[in-house]
């Protein structure tokens, strides 16, 4: 089983960049598929970008598409998101997940994946 820990969120300004983190142990980070996925202020947990276990593929939501960018480095077992041109709709806490398989629901889907973070509060100010 996987543990996922976040950092890197905190208060920026509109236009701003901020780089996520999350870092996983305790199992074979290399063959899990990651994401990342966030929950603004009264709204439901949504998908924002994935990558597959050899990093070869990756998908985005609409909303972030050309301004956020996924990566990962199975040598550090750590998954990144590199966030620019930051609006104040980026506001949300944003949580990393990792899953083997998608068990038929998708890699945008919250049930696609297993194991989940804590999360890292994103704040975007104008």
């Known amino acids: 089983q996987v543990q996922l820990a976040e950092s890197g969120g905190g208060l920026v300004q509109a236009g701003d960049s901020l780089k996520l983190s999350c870092a996983a142990s305790?199992?074979?980070?290399?063959?899990?598929?990651m994401a990342w996925f966030r929950q603004g202020p009264g709204k439901e947990r949504e998908f924002v970008a994935a990558?597959?276990?050899?990093?070869?593929?990756?998908n985005y939501a609409d909303s972030v598409k050309g301004r956020f960018t996924i990566s990962r480095d199975n040598a550090k077992n750590t998954v990144y998101l590199q966030m620019n041109s930051l609006k104040p709709e980026d506001t949300a806490v944003y949580f990393c997940?990792?899953?083997?398989?998608?068990?038929?629901?998708?890699?945008?889907?919250?049930?696609?994946?297993?194991?989940w973070g804590l999360g890292t509060q994103v704040t975007v100010s104008t």
């Open positions: 990558i597959f276990w050899s990093g070869a593929s990756t």
């Open positions: 997940a990792a899953t083997v398989n998608f068990r038929g629901a998708g890699l945008r889907s919250r049930n696609g994946y297993a194991y």
């Open positions: 305790g199992g074979t980070f290399s063959t899990y598929h």
